[in-house]
């Protein structure tokens, strides 16, 4: 943008580079356009082959509405649960980095046994067997108690998700806190720094930065584990989709709404984090 | 300038390890107030540990460090519990420069220096601004108060350096090797900044390679070998009439590189 402000007369050398800047920048834009042609070619041959199967594109129009409620919950079931996940993975990072022997157990076997499982074990010990301890507690008098484990279907999604993220996010978030140089620790710490305020003014704000991208691939990955918690009878977008399918026996057209849904939330959210990124990179700009 | 008072900085029989690498063997060393003290000695032979040690960056082995009245000692590879308490506080009492600069490139130039004195100190933000202003004129960088540090050079992010551990208002200032990383033209000016601090009777202790700084700059001048204190005098005695062979030996090398000017 800068460049077309000066007067290419000026200057012999600035009107060849300004030349090849502007060369460099058709032969980058031809480029694009041509992978945007592959995209529509690849999409026009997805759905012809679609329309090949025996299927009703006017149901798809006259229920799309009903799934498209669902994409409220399944973007606030995936925000509260990556924004509960990152504040685990923190924990567990400062864990991990500790030097306490019992912030250090904690935190690994957290990891251990959250990564050591599958999700959808989780995803049905939480919904299923909280509500059975909470059982036992019941008879054993103790109400209180008993109701602490007696969660919402959201509730139930949101503890799964975040507790399942947070684990794999911890690692993430190791990583990103070791990648600010040891000199920044260090500097601080000679300023007469506590560890706290070290970690909130001077060591947090450069990981986060390091961290970002890796938390938004993350969260994109979510928001399609969460069609998991559809299983709890959590009326998100594969909730929605399935039900419908089932009651009339219209599978491909339904699963095709709720995978067109994510779809389109991906590219979305891929490109928030973008933009998210370069607002970030601010500092760091020459 | 060894007439003033007591000393400012009393160590007393420092060892460090690194696992079976024994460091710092039996470091005893005093600075009075005002002094300029410049440690010289060829890498490895444990310099910049030792003046790491002095703030704690590096936990002693064991000896003592006692500088303006706080004293921590270590035995057995650890502090002891009551000096334990004692870290911040002795390093309160000194402000350190280091040879990477480790500026801290989310904040602007202003940003850095008042970091510490609103955050740890809890000067208020407009006093700390004033002072940080006065500081960033003292080291000529007035100009570029809400530049972050990618746009600025080496020798003005060591600059920056400096004015930030100095609004602490420490009693003794340390600095690690503050040129070495820096390109040949840019070393003058940092070099500047300390010969000034020095003039107004900063108390300072310098690990350094610039023998000529070193020569013009310090009260003192020890050289140290494997760990050990070998000599130690006025810069004219030290550069013209070395005692120990060794300190004969590392210069006479500094010469035939061409760096002792």
């Known amino acids: 943008m800068e460049i077309s402000r000066i007067p290419p007369e000026s200057d012999p050398d600035l009107a060849v580079g300004l030349a090849l800047v502007r060369k460099a920048r058709r032969i980058r834009l031809i480029e694009t356009a041509k992978v945007g042609v592959i995209w529509l070619v690849l999409l026009a041959l997805l759905t012809a082959g679609l329309l090949q199967l025996r299927f009703e594109p006017q149901y798809v129009f006259r229920h799309a509405n009903f799934v498209l409620q669902g994409v409220g919950t399944t973007i606030g079931v995936s925000v509260v649960s990556i924004l509960i996940a990152s504040v685990l993975a923190l924990l567990g990072a400062l864990g991990r980095l500790s030097k306490n022997p019992i912030a250090q157990g904690i935190s690994s076997f957290y990891i251990s046994v959250i990564r050591g499982t599958p999700l959808l074990i989780q995803v049905y010990f939480i919904y299923l067997g909280l509500p059975q301890i909470g059982q036992q507690f019941r008879e054993l008098g103790y109400p209180q108690l008993a109701n602490i484990f007696t969660l919402s279907e959201i509730q139930a999604g949101i503890l799964a998700l975040s507790l399942n993220y947070g684990a794999y996010m911890t690692e993430i978030f190791r990583a990103g806190l070791q990648a600010v140089g040891h000199g920044q620790y260090e500097a601080a710490a000679a300023l007469g720094m506590t560890r706290w305020q070290m970690l909130r003014r001077i060591i947090l704000p450069q990981a986060i930065r390091i961290i970002i991208p890796d938390v938004g691939n993350q969260f994109i990955a979510m928001q399609k584990d969460s069609a998991l918690v559809s299983l709890m009878g959590v009326w998100e977008i594969t909730f929605r989709a399935n039900r419908l399918a089932r009651k009339d026996a219209k599978f491909i057209e339904m699963l095709l709404v709720a995978a067109t849904l994510y779809w389109i939330l991906t590219v979305v959210s891929s490109w928030l984090q973008s933009r998210l990124e370069k607002r970030m990179a601010h500092a760091y700009e020459r | 300038m060894h007439t003033n008072g007591n000393p400012i900085v009393r160590i007393q029989n420092l060892h460090k390890w690194f696992g079976l690498l024994h460091v710092l063997r039996g470091i005893s060393l005093e600075v009075y107030p005002q002094e300029v003290v410049v440690i010289i000695g060829r890498s490895g032979s444990g310099k910049s540990t030792f003046l790491r040690c002095l703030n704690l960056l590096e936990e002693p082995t064991s000896g003592r460090i006692e500088i ?55 000067v208020p933000k407009e006093q700390a601004v004033e002072k940080a202003r006065e500081l960033l004129r003292k080291v000529g960088l007035l100009d570029k108060q809400d530049v972050h540090p990618i746009r600025l050079s080496g020798g003005q992010k060591q600059r920056i350096a400096i004015a930030r551990a100095l609004a602490m208002e420490p009693k003794v200032m340390l600095f690690d090797e503050p040129t070495s990383a820096l390109d040949p033209e840019l070393i003058g000016e940092v070099l500047a900044v300390m010969k000034d601090l020095a003039m107004e009777g900063t108390t300072m202790i310098i690990v350094t390679h610039e023998m000529g700084f070193a020569h013009e700059v310090a009260d003192r001048v020890i050289f140290m070998e494997a760990g050990m204190l070998v000599e130690e005098g006025p810069p004219d005695q030290i550069f013209t009439c070395p005692q120990d062979s060794r300190t004969r030996q590392f210069l006479a090398r500094i010469i035939e590189s061409g760096r002792l000017v």
């Open chain 2, 68 to 122: 303006d009245g706080i004293a921590v000692e270590a035995a057995d590879g650890e502090l002891l519990p009551e000096s334990r308490a004692l870290v911040r506080d002795l390093r309160l009492k000194t402000g350190m420069v280091f040879q990477d600069f480790n500026v801290f490139p989310h904040k602007t130039a202003l940003e850095n220096i008042i970091e510490a004195p609103v955050i740890v100190k809890g």
